[in-house]
């Protein structure tokens, strides 16, 4: 598995450059997160989008999460207080940017609007499944499959549902699925830092 290396700094330092539509990646310890990372043959085990709320003073992260399904959290909460457990999120956590995500109002507002109105939507913890059964079938010469669509997103399938609605599509698994590792691994996405709350420490490596 390939190492992935991002600038470490502390989110205060970061935050008034975070912009509206960057990519919160993630590389997680859960029993989920290493699921999605051995299916896939990445570190990255998580995607979500981030968004500014200049009224509130806030920077949310919306995304597919399992047993919730599509939410919005504070991004802070990534960094201090994950699921309200008192600690950080366990892993890394890197903010990356899509270069066709536009900086004018009205696609912006497209782009919103469709992340808002699939607030809610299931997590599909079978579609975690059925990618590591493609990849199985794969590696045994069975043509892949894909899945019928359906009203339950992981976290891949949400953000690329957004960028959808800008007419912005990303290369994807051959086998018939995105995951985080396609975000990352996008070539117009660029890896921008990877956050940490104070005291700042030395870079983590991903992978190994």
Partial sequence: MPR??????AYAQ????IRSG???????????STLIQHATGSPWSHVGLLWRV?????ILVLESVESIGVRAVPLRHYLENYNHT????????????HSAFPTAAPPQA?????AVDLLGTKYDTREIAAIALRIVAQKLGIPPRVAAQNRRLICS??????FARLGVQIPSDPRGFIAPKDWAECPDVTLLWQ???PPVGPPLEIGG
Avoid: I, K, N
């Fill in 110 to 114: 497209l782009f919103a609007q469709e």
């Fill in 86 to 97: 008192g600690v950080p999120y366990p892993g890394v956590v890197c903010v990356a940017r």
């Fill in 22 to 32: 960057d990519l919160l990646l993630c590389a997680g310890s859960s029993p989920m």
């Fill in 195 to 197: 956050l940490t709350a």
């Fill in 4 to 9: 992935v290396l991002a600038p470490l700094h």
């Fill in 157 to 162: 399938e949400f953000v690329a549902a957004c």
């Fill in 14 to 17: 970061v935050r008034p450059q």
């Fill in 54 to 58: 200049e009224t509130l003073d806030r």
